[in-house]
């Protein structure tokens, strides 16, 4: 220590260099609060979204959900099915309890309530579900099955298959059909 007045003493900062820091903090608080920056931080800590280093939701990136579904809107992917017991009594993304036995579906980005004919490429059997929840989060599936569309698709035993989803337009029949 040299003796001088305003060198710190032991790390710890004089009133002076507190006030220094203090200020500008203050000032960005309220330049936050007043811009509604404030409002998107605290509601994505508050909902669990993992911050990014500049205040956004990390590596969260979700295709934004469908308002309609157009005619000719067609997918092909991976498939999967769930609901062996942890998710029965669940609500969906929906807000009704998840039934295994009903003929529903997750979909990242459908709208909720929209009808898709699902066609096996494996099995060669369609059915029609109801999009009533959100997801598949893992890996690069396309949609999750009800326990009794993927039994009716006859792919109980293979847990995956590749599908063809096209939307069901209001006045075709919902029947399952059988391999070709």
Do not use: K
Not at 22 to 38: E, H, K, N, Q, R
Not at 115 to 124: L, N
Not at 132 to 147: C, E, K, Q, T, V
Request: glycine letters at 14%; proline letters at 6%; hydrophobic letters at 35%.
């Amino acid at each position: 220590m040299t003796g001088y007045p305003d060198h710190r003493r032991d790390g710890m900062r004089t009133g002076r260099d507190r006030a220094r820091f203090t200020l500008p903090v203050i000032v960005a608080c309220f330049m936050l609060a007043a811009s509604g920056g404030m409002q998107v931080a605290c509601s994505a800590v508050r909902h669990g979204a993992p911050m990014g280093r500049h205040g956004g939701r990390g590596g969260i990136r979700r295709p934004p959900v469908m308002t309609h579904v157009p005619a000719h809107w067609r997918q092909q992917g991976l498939a999967s099915w769930y609901g062996t017991g942890r998710q029965l009594g669940h609500a969906t993304a929906s807000g009704e309890m998840f039934d295994p036995g009903a003929l529903t579906a997750a979909h990242r980005q459908l709208p909720l309530g929209s009808r898709i004919m699902v066609h096996s490429r494996r099995t060669g059997r369609s059915v029609v579900v109801r999009i009533n929840d959100r997801g598949p989060y893992h890996g690069a599936r396309i949609i999750d099955l009800s326990l009794e569309a993927a039994r009716q698709l006859g792919m109980l035993g293979m847990g995956t298959t590749l599908v063809d989803l096209r939307p069901m337009r209001d006045d075709e029949e919902e029947v399952a059909s059988v391999p070709r």
